[in-house]
């Protein structure tokens, strides 16, 4: 349980979170914010694991995969409520 919510907190902290909220803040459509943070949680487990897939875990992959697609959003979704204020 602890190594789950760590891999969740790390992803948060970590590329996923940060760079998927900033690409999110980029764009005002919903799908492409989520969807370049996906792609980020992607990429980042990939150059973790020194681009051999073989090295990839697919706990980890997957929820990279997930907070970057919320980062995404959130990042989006906060650029359409500042642009309203």
């Known amino acids: 349980m602890l190594e789950i919510l760590g891999t969740i907190g790390g992803n948060i902290l970590s590329l996923p979170g940060i760079l998927g909220l900033a690409l999110g803040m980029m764009t005002r459509r919903l799908w492409l914010g989520a969807l370049m943070g996906g792609l980020v949680g992607v990429a980042e ?15 980890d992959l997957f929820i990279a995969v997930v907070v970057g697609l919320c980062a995404g959003s959130l ?11």
């Open 75 to 85: 990042g989006c979704a906060i650029r359409l409520k500042g642009t309203t204020v």
């Open 45 to 59: 487990t990939v150059v973790f694991a020194h681009w051999d897939f073989s090295q990839v875990g697919v706990l």
